[in-house]
């Protein structure tokens, strides 16, 4: 539970301190489906925000971005987010809806994020307790 509410609050807060600065956004699903196009396009960018970049090795990325070490492969996205359904080893029922709750809290927020609406001004980020 602790580790998907400091994932929410992590996105939360460095959209929240990063607002108005340059950003280069990119996604899991982007770098997996082509690696190094996605790196290429993510210097050109940060080239763009001012940073000056040098290089680096396509064979090294190749070999560290790898879609079979993912636990589901490839996502695909459209413009529906299909999430798996939560999965629990708890028989305890207060703890198996305590951990429901914040999946699909965590489950919303990624699928906002995939769309862009959480960089939205006004978008209503999850209660966590």
């Not at 108005?20 to 080239?47: F, H, W, Y």
């Not at 999430?83 to 699909?104: F, G, H, K, R």
């Amino acid at each position: 539970l602790d580790g998907l509410k400091l994932w929410i609050w992590y996105n939360r807060e460095s959209l929240r301190l990063s607002a108005g600065m340059c950003r280069v956004i990119t996604s899991n699903d982007a770098l997996l489906k082509n690696p190094k196009k996605e790196v290429v396009r993510i210097q050109e960018e940060l080239i763009g925000c001012g940073l000056k970049l040098g290089s680096f090795n396509s064979s090294i990325l190749e070999s560290f971005i790898n879609a079979d070490f993912q636990h589901g492969g490839i996502i695909q996205s459209d413009e529906s987010c299909n999430v798996p359904p939560y999965e629990s080893s708890t028989s305890n029922a207060a703890t198996l809806a305590a951990e429901q709750d914040i999946y699909e809290k965590s489950m919303k927020v990624f699928c906002d994020m995939e769309t862009g609406k959480t960089f939205s001004t006004d978008y209503v980020w999850p209660i966590l307790l």
